[in-house]
Protein backbone atom coordinates (compact mmCIF):
# COMPACT_ATOMS: atom_id res chain seq x y z
CA UNK A 1 0.00 0.00 0.00
CA UNK A 2 1.31 3.23 -1.27
CA UNK A 3 1.61 6.43 1.54
CA UNK A 4 -1.05 7.88 -0.39
CA UNK A 5 -3.02 4.89 0.19
CA UNK A 6 -2.55 4.43 3.97
CA UNK A 7 -3.30 7.92 4.34
CA UNK A 8 -6.75 7.67 2.85
CA UNK A 9 -7.34 4.26 4.85
CA UNK A 10 -6.43 5.82 7.89
CA UNK A 11 -9.11 8.93 7.29
CA UNK A 12 -11.61 6.49 6.69
CA UNK A 13 -11.38 7.53 3.00
CA UNK A 14 -12.32 5.41 -0.69
CA UNK A 15 -9.11 4.01 -2.20
CA UNK A 16 -11.20 6.23 -5.33
CA UNK A 17 -9.43 9.28 -4.22
CA UNK A 18 -13.42 10.68 -3.20
CA UNK A 19 -14.37 11.08 0.37
CA UNK A 20 -16.80 8.47 1.73
CA UNK A 21 -20.33 9.21 2.74
CA UNK A 22 -20.59 9.35 6.32
CA UNK A 23 -21.90 5.22 7.36
CA UNK A 24 -25.80 5.49 8.16
CA UNK A 25 -25.49 4.79 11.95
CA UNK A 26 -23.91 7.69 12.14
CA UNK A 27 -26.19 10.64 12.97
CA UNK A 28 -25.59 14.06 10.94
CA UNK A 29 -23.44 16.50 13.05
CA UNK A 30 -25.19 19.66 14.05
CA UNK A 31 -23.01 22.87 13.37
CA UNK A 32 -23.56 24.05 16.37
CA UNK A 33 -21.69 21.16 17.88
CA UNK A 34 -18.67 22.55 16.89
CA UNK A 35 -19.69 26.52 18.24
CA UNK A 36 -16.64 26.85 19.84
CA UNK A 37 -13.64 26.90 17.23
CA UNK A 38 -11.48 29.62 19.09
CA UNK A 39 -8.60 26.68 19.81
CA UNK A 40 -8.39 25.66 16.61
CA UNK A 41 -4.97 26.27 14.99
CA UNK A 42 -4.81 26.14 10.85
CA UNK A 43 -3.89 22.82 9.95
CA UNK A 44 -2.13 23.07 6.07
CA UNK A 45 0.20 25.42 4.43
CA UNK A 46 -1.51 29.02 4.37
CA UNK A 47 1.19 30.73 2.84
CA UNK A 48 3.15 30.61 -0.44
CA UNK A 49 6.35 31.31 -1.95
CA UNK A 50 5.14 33.83 -4.66
CA UNK A 51 2.02 35.64 -2.92
CA UNK A 52 0.42 38.17 -4.64
CA UNK A 53 -1.81 38.99 -2.07
CA UNK A 54 -1.34 37.78 1.75
CA UNK A 55 -3.31 37.99 5.36
CA UNK A 56 -1.68 38.41 8.43
CA UNK A 57 -3.64 38.10 11.75
CA UNK A 58 -7.37 39.40 9.92
CA UNK A 59 -10.01 39.92 12.03
CA UNK A 60 -13.30 41.43 11.32
CA UNK A 61 -16.13 43.03 13.24
CA UNK A 62 -19.67 43.74 12.69
CA UNK A 63 -19.79 46.01 15.41
CA UNK A 64 -19.49 43.55 18.07
CA UNK A 65 -19.89 40.63 16.26
CA UNK A 66 -16.73 39.19 14.77
CA UNK A 67 -17.15 37.65 11.76
CA UNK A 68 -13.17 36.71 10.68
CA UNK A 69 -10.98 35.15 13.99
CA UNK A 70 -7.46 35.73 13.34
CA UNK A 71 -6.78 34.73 9.71
CA UNK A 72 -3.32 34.84 8.09
CA UNK A 73 -3.47 33.43 4.11
CA UNK A 74 -1.64 34.02 1.37
CA UNK A 75 -3.00 34.11 -2.21
CA UNK A 76 -0.41 32.71 -4.88
CA UNK A 77 0.09 34.73 -8.01
CA UNK A 78 -1.61 33.21 -11.07
CA UNK A 79 -3.47 30.75 -9.14
CA UNK A 80 -6.79 30.20 -8.38
CA UNK A 81 -7.87 29.73 -4.35
CA UNK A 82 -10.99 28.72 -3.20
CA UNK A 83 -12.46 29.36 -0.32
CA UNK A 84 -15.32 26.71 1.08
CA UNK A 85 -17.32 26.41 3.88
CA UNK A 86 -21.22 26.48 5.94
CA UNK A 87 -23.18 29.60 5.14
CA UNK A 88 -22.41 32.59 7.19
CA UNK A 89 -18.56 30.80 8.24
CA UNK A 90 -17.16 34.31 6.96
CA UNK A 91 -15.41 33.19 3.62
CA UNK A 92 -17.42 36.12 1.48
CA UNK A 93 -16.99 38.94 4.74
CA UNK A 94 -13.23 37.81 4.27
CA UNK A 95 -13.05 37.94 0.55
CA UNK A 96 -14.92 41.53 0.71
CA UNK A 97 -11.93 42.46 2.82
CA UNK A 98 -9.12 41.51 -0.61
CA UNK A 99 -10.37 44.95 -1.96
CA UNK A 100 -11.64 47.04 0.92
CA UNK A 101 -15.32 46.58 0.35
CA UNK A 102 -16.34 45.86 3.25
CA UNK A 103 -15.52 50.00 4.09
CA UNK A 104 -18.46 50.87 2.71
CA UNK A 105 -20.36 49.24 5.89
CA UNK A 106 -20.37 51.55 8.51
CA UNK A 107 -20.38 49.25 11.47
CA UNK A 108 -17.46 46.81 9.90
CA UNK A 109 -14.11 47.11 11.09
CA UNK A 110 -10.85 45.39 9.56
CA UNK A 111 -8.10 44.54 11.87
CA UNK A 112 -4.69 42.88 11.01
CA UNK A 113 -2.61 43.37 7.86
CA UNK A 114 -4.22 42.71 4.23
CA UNK A 115 -1.33 43.18 1.60
CA UNK A 116 -1.14 43.34 -2.25
CA UNK A 117 2.67 42.91 -3.79
CA UNK A 118 3.87 43.23 -0.10
CA UNK A 119 1.68 46.75 0.47
CA UNK A 120 -0.78 47.30 3.02
CA UNK A 121 -4.28 48.15 1.40
CA UNK A 122 -5.10 49.52 4.16
CA UNK A 123 -2.89 52.11 5.11
CA UNK A 124 -4.50 55.73 5.16
CA UNK A 125 -2.94 56.92 2.12
CA UNK A 126 -4.34 53.74 0.21
CA UNK A 127 -6.61 54.97 -2.91
CA UNK A 128 -9.81 52.86 -2.67
CA UNK A 129 -10.72 53.51 -6.09
CA UNK A 130 -7.33 52.75 -7.39
CA UNK A 131 -7.30 49.51 -5.35
CA UNK A 132 -10.84 48.50 -6.62
CA UNK A 133 -9.21 48.57 -10.09
CA UNK A 134 -6.09 46.17 -9.35
CA UNK A 135 -8.57 43.83 -7.46
CA UNK A 136 -11.79 43.41 -8.79
CA UNK A 137 -14.99 41.42 -7.80
CA UNK A 138 -17.53 40.26 -9.40
CA UNK A 139 -20.45 39.38 -7.68
CA UNK A 140 -23.04 36.90 -6.77
CA UNK A 141 -25.77 37.74 -8.91
CA UNK A 142 -24.73 39.62 -12.22
CA UNK A 143 -25.11 43.22 -12.29
CA UNK A 144 -25.03 45.08 -15.16
CA UNK A 145 -25.04 48.51 -15.46
CA UNK A 146 -28.10 50.07 -17.00
CA UNK A 147 -25.92 51.16 -20.27
CA UNK A 148 -25.05 49.20 -23.58
CA UNK A 149 -23.06 46.00 -23.51
CA UNK A 150 -20.13 48.27 -25.39
CA UNK A 151 -21.01 51.23 -22.29
CA UNK A 152 -20.94 48.43 -19.53
CA UNK A 153 -16.87 47.47 -20.55
CA UNK A 154 -15.87 51.09 -21.31
CA UNK A 155 -17.07 52.62 -17.70
CA UNK A 156 -14.18 51.61 -16.18
CA UNK A 157 -11.30 52.42 -18.66
CA UNK A 158 -12.84 55.84 -19.07
CA UNK A 159 -13.40 56.73 -15.41
CA UNK A 160 -9.32 55.73 -14.91
CA UNK A 161 -8.36 57.27 -18.03
CA UNK A 162 -6.93 54.06 -19.63
CA UNK A 163 -7.92 55.26 -23.15
CA UNK A 164 -6.97 58.36 -25.05
CA UNK A 165 -8.97 57.59 -28.22
CA UNK A 166 -12.19 55.91 -29.60
CA UNK A 167 -9.97 53.13 -31.18
CA UNK A 168 -8.13 52.91 -28.19
CA UNK A 169 -11.31 52.36 -26.19
CA UNK A 170 -12.61 50.06 -29.08
CA UNK A 171 -9.95 48.11 -28.63
CA UNK A 172 -10.12 47.35 -24.75
CA UNK A 173 -14.05 46.59 -25.07
CA UNK A 174 -12.88 44.18 -27.54
CA UNK A 175 -10.03 42.64 -26.25
CA UNK A 176 -12.17 42.19 -22.50
CA UNK A 177 -14.64 40.51 -24.29
CA UNK A 178 -12.67 38.23 -26.01
CA UNK A 179 -10.58 37.28 -22.89
CA UNK A 180 -14.78 36.66 -21.34
CA UNK A 181 -15.51 34.76 -23.78
CA UNK A 182 -18.42 36.74 -25.07
CA UNK A 183 -17.81 38.45 -28.00
CA UNK A 184 -18.70 36.38 -30.50
CA UNK A 185 -21.84 35.81 -28.98
CA UNK A 186 -22.41 39.66 -28.80
CA UNK A 187 -20.31 41.09 -31.50
CA UNK A 188 -23.21 42.64 -33.53
CA UNK A 189 -25.56 44.09 -30.54
CA UNK A 190 -22.55 46.30 -28.74
CA UNK A 191 -25.19 48.87 -28.57
CA UNK A 192 -27.95 47.19 -27.00
CA UNK A 193 -28.58 46.95 -23.61
CA UNK A 194 -26.82 44.45 -21.32
CA UNK A 195 -29.63 43.52 -19.07
CA UNK A 196 -31.18 41.91 -22.53
CA UNK A 197 -28.56 39.22 -22.25
CA UNK A 198 -29.14 35.67 -20.47
CA UNK A 199 -28.17 35.32 -17.01
CA UNK A 200 -24.54 33.16 -17.82
CA UNK A 201 -24.14 35.89 -20.37
CA UNK A 202 -24.60 38.91 -18.12
CA UNK A 203 -22.19 37.14 -15.43
CA UNK A 204 -19.28 37.29 -18.08
CA UNK A 205 -19.98 40.77 -18.97
CA UNK A 206 -19.56 41.48 -15.73
CA UNK A 207 -15.88 39.40 -15.71
CA UNK A 208 -15.35 41.33 -18.78
CA UNK A 209 -16.11 45.04 -17.11
CA UNK A 210 -13.71 44.00 -14.39
CA UNK A 211 -10.43 43.00 -16.78
CA UNK A 212 -11.56 46.21 -18.96
CA UNK A 213 -9.47 48.07 -16.28
CA UNK A 214 -6.48 45.69 -16.07
CA UNK A 215 -6.82 44.49 -13.16
CA UNK A 216 -4.03 41.99 -11.04
CA UNK A 217 -6.34 40.03 -8.88
CA UNK A 218 -10.11 39.03 -9.44
CA UNK A 219 -12.06 37.86 -6.77
CA UNK A 220 -15.51 36.27 -7.57
CA UNK A 221 -18.49 35.75 -4.90
CA UNK A 222 -20.18 33.09 -5.73
CA UNK A 223 -20.51 33.89 -9.40
CA UNK A 224 -22.57 30.62 -10.60
CA UNK A 225 -24.92 30.30 -7.92
CA UNK A 226 -27.71 32.01 -9.72
CA UNK A 227 -26.93 29.82 -13.07
CA UNK A 228 -27.98 27.03 -15.13
CA UNK A 229 -25.25 23.94 -15.32
CA UNK A 230 -24.19 25.08 -18.68
CA UNK A 231 -23.58 28.87 -17.92
CA UNK A 232 -21.67 27.31 -15.11
CA UNK A 233 -19.78 25.40 -17.25
CA UNK A 234 -18.34 27.78 -18.93
CA UNK A 235 -17.86 30.65 -16.38
CA UNK A 236 -15.36 27.66 -14.87
CA UNK A 237 -14.00 27.24 -18.48
CA UNK A 238 -13.45 30.97 -18.31
CA UNK A 239 -11.70 30.52 -14.47
CA UNK A 240 -9.58 28.00 -16.36
CA UNK A 241 -8.02 30.61 -19.04
CA UNK A 242 -8.20 33.67 -16.72
CA UNK A 243 -5.59 32.47 -14.20
CA UNK A 244 -3.19 32.25 -17.20
CA UNK A 245 -2.97 36.21 -16.76
CA UNK A 246 -4.67 37.04 -13.35
CA UNK A 247 -4.90 35.79 -9.57
CA UNK A 248 -7.94 34.58 -8.53
CA UNK A 249 -9.98 33.91 -5.59
CA UNK A 250 -13.72 32.80 -5.73
CA UNK A 251 -15.52 31.35 -3.13
CA UNK A 252 -18.32 29.25 -3.76
CA UNK A 253 -21.11 26.42 -1.93
CA UNK A 254 -20.41 23.97 -5.01
CA UNK A 255 -17.73 21.32 -3.29
CA UNK A 256 -17.78 20.16 -7.05
CA UNK A 257 -16.63 23.27 -8.42
CA UNK A 258 -14.11 24.43 -5.79
CA UNK A 259 -12.42 21.55 -6.71
CA UNK A 260 -12.86 21.38 -10.52
CA UNK A 261 -11.15 24.92 -10.87
CA UNK A 262 -8.40 25.87 -7.81
CA UNK A 263 -5.13 24.92 -7.17
CA UNK A 264 -5.73 25.58 -3.33
CA UNK A 265 -8.46 25.40 -0.88
CA UNK A 266 -9.17 27.12 1.93
CA UNK A 267 -11.76 25.70 4.44
CA UNK A 268 -13.34 28.13 6.77
CA UNK A 269 -15.98 27.37 9.77
CA UNK A 270 -17.40 30.22 11.99
CA UNK A 271 -15.36 32.85 11.16
CA UNK A 272 -11.90 30.80 11.50
CA UNK A 273 -9.57 29.57 8.81
CA UNK A 274 -9.31 25.60 9.63
CA UNK A 275 -7.66 23.98 6.88
CA UNK A 276 -5.82 25.12 3.65
CA UNK A 277 -3.83 22.93 1.65
CA UNK A 278 -3.62 21.37 -2.08
CA UNK A 279 -7.44 21.30 -3.74
CA UNK A 280 -6.93 17.72 -4.19
CA UNK A 281 -5.57 17.07 -1.18
CA UNK A 282 -8.67 19.28 0.82
CA UNK A 283 -11.12 16.72 -1.00
CA UNK A 284 -9.31 13.37 -0.82
CA UNK A 285 -7.77 13.29 2.65
CA UNK A 286 -8.77 16.37 4.77
CA UNK A 287 -6.76 16.42 7.47
CA UNK A 288 -9.47 18.14 10.20
CA UNK A 289 -11.98 16.40 11.18
CA UNK A 290 -14.28 19.37 10.86
CA UNK A 291 -13.19 19.47 6.91
CA UNK A 292 -13.78 15.87 6.65
CA UNK A 293 -17.23 16.37 8.09
CA UNK A 294 -17.96 19.08 5.76
CA UNK A 295 -16.69 17.33 2.57
CA UNK A 296 -18.38 14.22 3.31
CA UNK A 297 -21.89 16.55 3.94
CA UNK A 298 -22.41 15.78 7.75
CA UNK A 299 -22.89 19.36 7.98
CA UNK A 300 -22.97 22.64 5.76
Known amino acids: ?130 LRARVGMVFQKPNPFPKSIYENVAYGPRIHGLAHSKAEMDEIVVNSLRRAGLFDEVKDQLDKPGTGLSGGQQQRLCIARAIAVSPEVILMDEPCSALDPIASARIEELIDELKENYTIAIVTHSMQQAARVSQRTAYFHLGKLIEVGDTKDIFTIPRHQLTENYITGRFG
Not at 40 to 56: C, H, L, N, Q, W
Open 1 to 130: MNAFAAEAAKKGLSGSGAATKPSKEKEPLDIRDHGDVSGYETIGVPFVDDAKMSARNVNVFYAEKQAIIDVSLDIGRNEVLAMIGPSGCGKSTFLRSLNRMNDIIPICKVKGQITLDGVDIYESDQDTVL
